[in-house]
């Protein structure tokens, strides 16, 4: 059967690719001489001294993941490469789209990959920015039907499934971010009705060419197509005066959180200060090549990755992931680690704090068994105090919802992993993923004192089971513990919709 699905999967991708014509497609590299540049000798000389080592940092709050990538824009001499899975059309995604033209202004080449998942209606605005000389825009698996894209799940399901999840910003191939978030308010903390708990990891040394490699392949792959040859006219310099209008028109109508452009030039200026934090150790990025997918291989390397990992495993394994879902195989391994001694601890998010209620369904059809089976199992509350006392500048923080984005396990306090990969079948054979796993006690510290803070009482449930063997949520208000006997904070047709998604045979999909 998998072998039928990869032959109709393949003919479907040629299709597609002789709907779309002929088109221009420029092959291109990362910059090659990343030494010659402000970003690159900032680290050579801490560089020389770990040899065979790389720089690592994490970045925990969104104020500064956003100010990092503005500050990417501002150090850029030579290049930006840009990937992601969901770039929204608010405050957060204008901001940042106009920084990358100012930069193109400077002469700076500028790519672009975005997933095709969430540009619907926006054509226009990508066309009209790759009309930029310095700027190309590349989408990923692209949609036919660009105004109807219902019909591309209807007939071309096995396509249009298989997103690109990796979320990747280089600067100059000298510096790099890989992590969970997009780009979108939510992603950063400045909406003011949800924000997301996510975590990203900038890097600098040997291990940002092997970045820029991964996003070259992306880039001059046959999944990458111009957004050139998916618009039904030539873009002008007109558009792209328009456009630009546009954004800043949009921009200065926002009211920001945040004294961006003082958090720039603060950053900026400290940056040798910055860089004296960052942790030096092996390190090296992990990602799913797309061509899979073409193949029919059904695991994809991030997955595998994780497997041979756990399986060396002699103390304990933290993980926080957005979505938990566990495959039956994942539940085997799981209790063979406990069985052997290993402490698991999961955090992940309620029903009342997912944004997917499919993938908590997934995960609540076997919720009961990983406690049983003596995981610590932790749910992110929807008012987490944590992440509300770093939701921007709103006047009504304690009004704004809080969900959990991030991707990160770390394995018997050595080494840990970020990136997009949620623990999940998607993310484990239908998605593309991308992140760093570093071999570091230092760093592995710095990434736990997070997770610890996600799963104090403040900030989530504690999943046990009571007297009768029944599920219960236990979490703290003002200070005093409380129970509830299902699923926290959520509506009774909350709960019944997430119950019969779980009856479904959809679980791989997830």
């Known amino acids: 059967m998998r072998s039928l699905f990869a032959v109709l999967f393949t003919g479907l991708l040629a299709g597609c690719a002789d709907e779309l014509g002929d088109y221009d497609r420029t092959i291109s590299t990362a910059f090659q001489d990343p030494l010659s540049t402000r970003a690159g000798q900032l680290f050579q000389h801490a560089a020389a001294e770990h040899p065979g080592e790389s720089g690592f940092a994490i970045i925990r709050h969104g104020r500064e993941a956003f100010t990092a ?69 590349h989408v990923f698996n692209p949609f036919r039907h660009r105004d109807s894209r219902l019909i591309d799940f209807a007939i071309d399901l096995g396509r249009v499934n298989h997103r690109m999840h990796n979320k990747i910003m280089v600067v100059d191939n000298a510096m790099a971010i890989v992590g969970g978030r997009n780009i979108g308010d939510h992603y950063f903390e400045v909406a003011s009705d949800a924000n997301f708990r996510d975590l990203d990891i900038a890097a600098a040394g040997p291990v940002v060419p092997e970045i820029s490699e991964v996003f070259d392949h992306f880039w001059n792959g046959d999944w990458a197509v111009p957004i050139s040859a998916l618009v039904d006219r030539p873009y002008t310099e007109a558009d792209l005066e328009a456009t630009v209008a ?26 040798s200060a910055i860089r004296d934090q960052f942790i030096w150790a092996p390190g090296r990025v992990v990602w799913d090549d797309p061509q899979r997918i073409t193949e029919g291989i059904a695991q994809g390397a991030m997955a595998e990755a994780l497997f041979r990992k756990v399986d060396t495993l002699q103390t304990e394994l933290l993980m926080e992931s957005a979505y938990f879902v566990m495959p039956a195989f994942g539940m085997d391994k799981i209790v063979e680690l406990v069985g052997r001694n290993v402490r698991v601890r999961v955090l992940t998010n309620s029903l009342a704090s997912n944004d997917v209620i499919a993938a908590h369904a997934g995960h609540a059809k076997r919720r009961k068994q990983l406690v049983e089976s003596g995981v610590e199992l932790y749910e992110l509350r929807p008012d987490a105090d944590a992440l509300r006392r770093n939701s921007g500048a709103h006047s009504d923080a304690q009004s704004v919802s809080s969900s959990l984005h991030t991707k990160a396990v770390v394995f018997d306090r050595e080494s840990v992993f970020i990136g997009s990969f949620n623990l999940d079948p ?41 007297d009768s063997g029944e599920l219960v949520w236990v979490t703290e208000v003002d200070g005093v513990e409380v129970r509830f006997e299902h699923d926290p904070y959520s509506s009774f047709w909350e709960r019944l919709v997430a119950r019969f998604i779980a009856m479904l045979p959809i679980e791989h999909q997830l």
Request: glycine share 6%; no cysteine; net charge negative.
């Open 426 to 466: 998607r993310s484990g054979s239908i998605n593309t993923e991308a992140g760093l796993y570093v071999e570091s006690p230092a760093l592995a510290e710095q990434v736990i004192a997070f997770m610890d803070e996600g799963v104090r009482p403040e900030n989530s449930f504690r999943v046990q089971l009571d």
């Open 246 to 271: 546009y954004l800043r028109e949009q921009i200065a109508a926002v009211d920001y959180p945040h004294p961006l452009d003082q958090d720039v030039g603060t950053l900026v200026s400290e940056l």
């Open 69 to 137: 990538r503005i500050a990417f824009t501002e150090l850029a001499e030579h290049s930006l490469d840009v990937q992601y899975y969901i770039w929204e059309a608010d405050a957060t995604g204008f901001i940042l789209m106009d920084r990358l033209l100012r930069a193109a202004d400077r002469g700076v080449r500028v790519r672009v990959l975005v997933d095709d998942i969430n540009l619907t209606g926006r054509d226009d605005r990508a066309a009209a920015m790759d009309v930029h000389p310095n700027v190309e825009v």
